[in-house]
Protein backbone atom coordinates (compact mmCIF):
# COMPACT_ATOMS: atom_id res chain seq x y z
CA UNK A 1 0.00 0.00 0.00
CA UNK A 2 2.56 2.02 0.95
CA UNK A 3 4.69 1.40 -2.64
CA UNK A 4 1.37 2.17 -4.45
CA UNK A 5 1.05 5.41 -2.49
CA UNK A 6 4.28 6.83 -3.44
CA UNK A 7 3.94 5.78 -6.66
CA UNK A 8 0.92 7.95 -7.00
CA UNK A 9 2.59 10.97 -5.60
CA UNK A 10 6.01 10.81 -7.82
CA UNK A 11 2.86 10.96 -10.60
CA UNK A 12 1.56 13.63 -9.48
CA UNK A 13 4.63 15.70 -9.16
CA UNK A 14 5.34 14.54 -12.82
CA UNK A 15 2.29 15.63 -14.47
CA UNK A 16 2.32 18.75 -12.46
CA UNK A 17 5.76 19.36 -13.87
CA UNK A 18 5.12 18.47 -17.24
CA UNK A 19 2.21 21.19 -16.97
CA UNK A 20 3.78 23.93 -15.72
CA UNK A 21 6.34 23.34 -18.58
CA UNK A 22 4.90 23.65 -21.61
CA UNK A 23 5.84 25.74 -24.11
CA UNK A 24 2.06 27.25 -25.47
CA UNK A 25 -0.45 29.15 -23.93
CA UNK A 26 -4.42 29.34 -25.07
CA UNK A 27 -5.36 32.80 -26.52
CA UNK A 28 -7.42 35.06 -24.92
CA UNK A 29 -9.18 37.29 -27.72
CA UNK A 30 -10.80 39.94 -25.41
CA UNK A 31 -7.61 40.74 -24.10
CA UNK A 32 -5.39 44.22 -25.55
CA UNK A 33 -1.59 43.54 -25.82
CA UNK A 34 0.14 45.83 -23.52
CA UNK A 35 2.25 48.60 -25.61
CA UNK A 36 5.49 47.71 -23.29
CA UNK A 37 6.84 44.26 -23.03
CA UNK A 38 8.84 42.91 -20.26
CA UNK A 39 12.39 40.98 -21.51
CA UNK A 40 11.74 38.69 -18.68
CA UNK A 41 8.27 37.76 -19.74
CA UNK A 42 7.09 33.87 -20.95
CA UNK A 43 5.00 33.50 -23.64
CA UNK A 44 1.69 34.70 -23.98
CA UNK A 45 -1.14 34.75 -25.91
CA UNK A 46 -2.88 37.76 -26.43
CA UNK A 47 -5.40 37.24 -29.06
CA UNK A 48 -5.08 34.57 -32.23
CA UNK A 49 -2.54 36.16 -34.09
CA UNK A 50 -0.66 37.85 -31.16
CA UNK A 51 1.98 36.63 -28.88
CA UNK A 52 5.32 37.75 -27.39
CA UNK A 53 8.07 36.28 -26.21
CA UNK A 54 11.50 37.89 -24.07
CA UNK A 55 10.45 41.12 -25.31
CA UNK A 56 9.47 40.47 -28.88
CA UNK A 57 6.36 41.01 -30.49
CA UNK A 58 4.94 38.23 -33.21
CA UNK A 59 1.84 39.92 -34.85
CA UNK A 60 -0.01 38.59 -37.77
CA UNK A 61 -2.78 41.02 -37.30
CA UNK A 62 -1.71 43.02 -40.91
CA UNK A 63 -1.63 39.56 -43.21
CA UNK A 64 -5.23 39.11 -42.19
CA UNK A 65 -8.41 39.42 -45.00
CA UNK A 66 -11.21 40.81 -44.46
CA UNK A 67 -13.61 39.07 -46.94
CA UNK A 68 -11.87 35.88 -47.52
CA UNK A 69 -9.37 33.64 -46.64
CA UNK A 70 -5.77 35.47 -47.19
CA UNK A 71 -4.08 32.03 -48.70
CA UNK A 72 -4.92 28.90 -50.68
CA UNK A 73 -2.31 26.60 -51.26
CA UNK A 74 -2.61 23.26 -52.96
CA UNK A 75 -1.62 20.19 -51.28
CA UNK A 76 -2.02 16.37 -51.91
CA UNK A 77 -5.12 13.76 -52.73
CA UNK A 78 -7.25 16.22 -54.78
CA UNK A 79 -7.38 18.86 -51.79
CA UNK A 80 -6.08 22.35 -51.41
CA UNK A 81 -6.10 24.43 -48.50
CA UNK A 82 -7.64 28.00 -47.23
CA UNK A 83 -5.68 30.19 -44.30
CA UNK A 84 -6.46 33.36 -43.17
CA UNK A 85 -4.68 34.95 -39.97
CA UNK A 86 -6.53 36.34 -36.92
CA UNK A 87 -9.90 36.43 -38.66
CA UNK A 88 -12.58 33.53 -39.49
CA UNK A 89 -13.95 32.61 -43.02
CA UNK A 90 -16.76 31.00 -44.25
CA UNK A 91 -16.52 28.58 -47.72
CA UNK A 92 -19.33 26.83 -49.91
CA UNK A 93 -23.00 26.29 -48.88
CA UNK A 94 -24.25 26.18 -45.27
CA UNK A 95 -25.88 22.93 -46.68
CA UNK A 96 -22.58 20.96 -47.60
CA UNK A 97 -19.71 22.95 -45.42
CA UNK A 98 -17.88 22.58 -42.75
CA UNK A 99 -15.97 25.91 -43.13
CA UNK A 100 -18.38 28.41 -41.60
CA UNK A 101 -17.74 30.87 -38.67
CA UNK A 102 -15.34 29.79 -37.05
CA UNK A 103 -12.73 28.73 -39.26
CA UNK A 104 -8.73 29.80 -39.36
CA UNK A 105 -8.14 26.64 -41.78
CA UNK A 106 -10.78 25.24 -44.43
CA UNK A 107 -9.68 21.76 -46.19
CA UNK A 108 -11.54 21.73 -49.81
CA UNK A 109 -11.76 19.23 -52.31
CA UNK A 110 -10.29 20.34 -55.73
CA UNK A 111 -14.29 19.87 -57.32
CA UNK A 112 -16.13 21.83 -54.37
CA UNK A 113 -17.97 18.73 -53.30
CA UNK A 114 -16.51 18.74 -49.70
CA UNK A 115 -15.21 21.95 -47.43
CA UNK A 116 -13.84 20.13 -43.80
CA UNK A 117 -13.01 22.85 -40.82
CA UNK A 118 -9.50 21.36 -39.73
CA UNK A 119 -8.73 24.42 -37.20
CA UNK A 120 -11.05 26.84 -35.08
CA UNK A 121 -9.57 30.56 -35.16
CA UNK A 122 -10.95 30.36 -31.34
CA UNK A 123 -9.10 27.38 -30.53
CA UNK A 124 -5.53 28.73 -31.90
CA UNK A 125 -2.48 28.02 -29.70
CA UNK A 126 0.88 29.64 -29.86
CA UNK A 127 4.09 28.22 -29.39
CA UNK A 128 7.80 27.77 -30.48
CA UNK A 129 8.77 24.98 -32.18
CA UNK A 130 11.07 23.02 -29.65
CA UNK A 131 13.89 21.85 -32.30
CA UNK A 132 13.69 25.41 -33.74
CA UNK A 133 12.46 27.83 -31.50
CA UNK A 134 10.65 29.37 -34.05
CA UNK A 135 7.07 30.42 -33.38
CA UNK A 136 3.78 28.67 -34.19
CA UNK A 137 0.36 28.52 -34.20
CA UNK A 138 -1.60 25.18 -33.43
CA UNK A 139 -5.38 25.21 -34.28
CA UNK A 140 -7.71 22.35 -33.20
CA UNK A 141 -11.21 21.58 -34.59
CA UNK A 142 -13.21 21.55 -31.42
CA UNK A 143 -15.88 19.65 -32.71
CA UNK A 144 -13.51 17.51 -34.48
CA UNK A 145 -10.71 17.24 -32.42
CA UNK A 146 -8.91 14.18 -35.33
CA UNK A 147 -9.01 17.32 -37.42
CA UNK A 148 -6.26 19.94 -36.27
CA UNK A 149 -3.01 21.64 -37.91
CA UNK A 150 -0.12 23.51 -37.50
CA UNK A 151 1.21 26.57 -38.95
CA UNK A 152 5.06 27.30 -38.39
CA UNK A 153 6.00 31.10 -39.27
CA UNK A 154 9.22 31.50 -40.92
CA UNK A 155 11.17 34.99 -40.38
CA UNK A 156 11.53 36.58 -43.74
CA UNK A 157 12.38 40.70 -43.67
CA UNK A 158 12.48 40.92 -47.20
CA UNK A 159 9.10 39.99 -47.48
CA UNK A 160 7.52 43.17 -46.69
CA UNK A 161 3.85 43.42 -48.72
CA UNK A 162 1.13 40.89 -48.40
CA UNK A 163 1.47 39.62 -51.78
CA UNK A 164 5.27 38.98 -50.81
CA UNK A 165 3.74 36.84 -48.04
CA UNK A 166 3.97 32.94 -48.55
CA UNK A 167 1.79 29.60 -47.04
CA UNK A 168 2.94 26.72 -48.32
CA UNK A 169 1.59 22.92 -47.61
CA UNK A 170 4.42 21.24 -45.10
CA UNK A 171 2.62 17.57 -44.38
CA UNK A 172 -1.05 17.06 -45.31
CA UNK A 173 -0.76 12.84 -44.93
CA UNK A 174 -0.78 12.72 -41.16
CA UNK A 175 -1.77 14.96 -38.35
CA UNK A 176 -1.36 17.19 -37.43
CA UNK A 177 -1.70 18.86 -40.91
CA UNK A 178 1.58 21.11 -41.05
CA UNK A 179 2.14 24.51 -43.22
CA UNK A 180 4.52 26.96 -43.44
CA UNK A 181 3.57 31.06 -43.52
CA UNK A 182 6.61 33.32 -44.53
CA UNK A 183 6.88 36.70 -43.97
CA UNK A 184 8.31 39.77 -42.33
CA UNK A 185 5.78 39.99 -39.67
CA UNK A 186 6.79 36.36 -38.50
CA UNK A 187 10.03 38.36 -37.32
CA UNK A 188 10.22 39.49 -33.71
CA UNK A 189 8.78 42.97 -33.47
CA UNK A 190 8.77 42.62 -37.62
CA UNK A 191 5.01 44.18 -37.91
CA UNK A 192 4.39 46.47 -35.09
CA UNK A 193 1.43 46.72 -33.24
CA UNK A 194 -0.98 49.60 -34.32
CA UNK A 195 0.48 49.79 -37.96
CA UNK A 196 -1.52 50.15 -40.86
CA UNK A 197 -1.55 47.06 -43.43
CA UNK A 198 2.00 46.32 -45.29
CA UNK A 199 1.29 47.71 -49.12
CA UNK A 200 -0.29 45.50 -51.59
CA UNK A 201 1.94 46.23 -54.17
CA UNK A 202 5.52 48.11 -54.24
CA UNK A 203 5.21 52.19 -54.33
CA UNK A 204 6.34 53.71 -57.65
CA UNK A 205 9.19 55.83 -58.24
CA UNK A 206 7.90 59.10 -58.30
CA UNK A 207 8.99 61.54 -61.04
CA UNK A 208 9.09 65.10 -60.94
CA UNK A 209 6.38 66.81 -63.38
CA UNK A 210 7.77 67.99 -66.72
CA UNK A 211 9.02 71.27 -66.55
CA UNK A 212 6.44 73.68 -68.19
CA UNK A 213 7.26 75.57 -71.26
CA UNK A 214 7.23 79.44 -70.75
CA UNK A 215 4.61 81.47 -72.90
CA UNK A 216 5.80 82.55 -75.80
CA UNK A 217 6.74 86.39 -75.59
CA UNK A 218 3.43 88.48 -76.51
CA UNK A 219 4.75 90.73 -79.05
CA UNK A 220 3.52 94.54 -79.40
CA UNK A 221 0.45 95.16 -81.87
CA UNK A 222 2.18 96.78 -85.14
CA UNK A 223 1.69 100.91 -84.67
CA UNK A 224 -1.34 102.07 -86.45
CA UNK A 225 -0.29 104.54 -89.26
CA UNK A 226 -1.64 107.90 -89.07
CA UNK A 227 -3.90 108.68 -92.23
CA UNK A 228 -2.70 111.46 -94.26
CA UNK A 229 -3.52 114.53 -93.59
CA UNK A 230 -6.75 115.96 -95.97
CA UNK A 231 -5.91 119.10 -98.27
CA UNK A 232 -8.21 121.87 -98.09
CA UNK A 233 -9.64 123.23 -100.82
CA UNK A 234 -7.90 126.07 -102.16
CA UNK A 235 -9.18 129.71 -101.75
CA UNK A 236 -8.06 130.86 -104.68
CA UNK A 237 -11.36 133.04 -106.56
CA UNK A 238 -12.24 133.23 -110.21
CA UNK A 239 -11.41 136.76 -111.66
CA UNK A 240 -14.62 138.54 -112.95
CA UNK A 241 -15.37 138.74 -116.37
CA UNK A 242 -16.64 142.36 -117.59
CA UNK A 243 -18.79 142.73 -120.23
Not at 160 to 180: G, Q, S
Request: proline letters at 11%; hydrophobic letters at 30%; glycine letters at 2%.
Amino acid sequence: MMFSLSWVMRCFVCIAFLSSSLTYQVADTNKEPPNVMSSTAAVQCYNNCVWYDDGKIINLLPLQKTDGPRFTAKGSHQFNYSYNPCRSFSLGTPQRSDCFDDVAICMLAENGASYQNIGNQSKVRCSFHRATKTPQLKYVNKQFPEWNATVNLKCDPTRKTVEDATFDVIDDVNNPRLFLLTHNCACPDGCPLKQEDPPTTEPPATTEPPATTEPPATMEPPALRKPPATTKPSSCKLPVLHQ
